[in-house]
């Protein structure tokens, strides 16, 4: 049996992992240098997004046996808003390194791939598909499904970030919900190290958000960043992320073509967290080769997380500074703390986005 596999990045090297476990081994094509051939950047994983997992990582590496090592458990989530301070607590998730980066999550699946991975790879999709039995598109865009009438794109954003010295708690990343400075956007900083993290602004490309000036609302967020945490940061190093598109596909397998990943529509249009889904993609398309259940039925759950994403996306775009900070606030009180630990947590598997999601999709 022959399987091509088009990118090597987080989806399709767990794939290839789960193939090689069934005995099959894969052909690679990546378009880069290396796995992880792009800017670093450290991401994170959060168990409430992801039900009914509980911990991500312990579910992926004991029920599907690809094992990644995180920077830190999230065990405190400070939440920010225009004029106030909240936290969730609890042992919420965790965060990881991406990119050019020898323990990026790239870099630790490729290692435990033994296939042979081919770089600088310009095979394309229609060519893959008419010679490999199985191909499993793992290119990290929705391009080719777009291209093959076979996609919805539901939104698409700006990213824009840097690398900084300064001094961090591992386990405590920072989340902004600020629309004076960010409109319809977020931003976060995530800590590498207690030395070094990562300070990102998000928004959607809505025509009332294309009006403004990224670099301006950049600074204005960096400045507030450097108030709020009290410190002088130095940048190392920066990127940019222009129409990171975020929809789903209609069909994950089109015949011998199976969609993982972004290809397939794993990044969640409410806040952008997308590796879970892409790396359990890779894993599904690789069972349903090995003919352990078809992967339309495989993937069926994460359409369905996928609406209460948006469902949460069209919640967030019609709060205000006031909305956010009655969150922020509410955070605070002891029982909301208590409730929050017990449902953002990692040994529980509540589904939060399922539950409120028809709560999140009513007229206000
Ligand atoms: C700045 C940023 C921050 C993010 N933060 C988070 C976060 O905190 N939490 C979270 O869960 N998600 C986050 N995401 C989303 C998450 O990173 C993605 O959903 C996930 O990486 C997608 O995995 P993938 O396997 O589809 O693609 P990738 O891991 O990107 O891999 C795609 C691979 O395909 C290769 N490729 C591209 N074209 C071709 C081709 N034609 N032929 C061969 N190879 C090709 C690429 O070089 C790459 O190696 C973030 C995304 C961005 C951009």
Redesign the pocket.
């Known amino acids: 049996m022959s399987v091509a596999i088009?990118?090597?990045?987080?989806?399709?090297l767990s794939c290839a992992i789960t193939l090689e476990k069934a005995g099959i081994t894969p052909e690679i094509?990546?378009?880069?240098s290396c796995?992880?051939?792009?800017f670093v950047?450290?991401?994170?994983?959060f168990s409430v997004l992801n039900r009914p997992s509980g911990d991500t990582l312990d579910t992926l590496s004991e029920k599907y046996g690809i094992v990644l090592h995180p920077i830190d458990e999230v065990n405190k989530l400070v939440i920010h808003s225009k004029n106030e301070t909240g936290a969730v607590e609890g042992k919420i998730g965790h965060t990881n390194i991406?990119g050019r980066h020898e323990n990026s999550f790239?870099s630790q699946l490729a290692r435990q791939v033994k296939s042979e991975i081919h770089f600088h790879?310009t095979?394309?999709?229609e060519e893959a598909v008419k010679n490999f039995d199985h191909v499993i598109l793992?290119?990290?865009?929705g391009e080719y499904a777009m291209r093959q009438g076979n996609y919805r794109c539901d939104l698409t954003c700006t990213?824009k970030?840097a690398t900084v010295e300064g001094t961090f708690v591992t386990d405590e990343p920072h989340v902004w919900f600020n629309y004076e400075i960010l409109p319809k956007g977020y931003a976060?900083v995530?800590p590498f190290s207690g030395s070094e993290a990562n300070v990102?602004i998000?928004f959607p490309d809505y025509p009332q958000t294309k009006i403004y000036d990224l670099d301006k609302m950049w600074e204005l967020f960096f400045d507030l960043c450097q108030r709020n945490m009290n410190q002088r940061f130095r940048i190392t190093d920066r990127?940019e992320?222009r129409n990171?598109v975020m929809g789903i596909c209609q069909k994950p397998q089109i015949g011998n073509l199976f969609y993982?990943?972004?290809?397939?529509g794993?990044?969640s249009p409410g806040l952008?967290?997308?590796?879970?889904?892409?790396i359990l993609t890779?894993v599904y398309a690789a069972q349903a080769i090995c003919e352990v259940a078809p992967y339309e039925d495989l993937v069926q759950h994460l359409f369905e997380n996928y609406n209460h994403s948006l469902a949460l996306r069209q919640f967030i775009d019609k709060l205000d500074d006031d909305g956010f900070d009655r969150i922020a606030r509410a955070s605070n009180v002891k029982l909301i703390e208590t409730i929050n630990t017990h449902v953002f947590g990692s040994d529980s598997n509540f589904d939060l986005l399922k539950w409120l999601t028809p709560f999140l999709s009513m007229k206000r």
């Open positions: 088009l990118g090597a990045g987080i989806s399709g094509f990546e378009k880069r796995p992880g051939d792009r950047n450290a991401e994170a994983m991406r790239e790879s095979l394309t999709c793992a290119t990290g865009d990213l970030g976060w995530i990102v998000a990127f992320v990171y993982a990943g972004n290809c397939f794993a990044i952008g967290f997308g590796q879970y889904t892409s890779g």
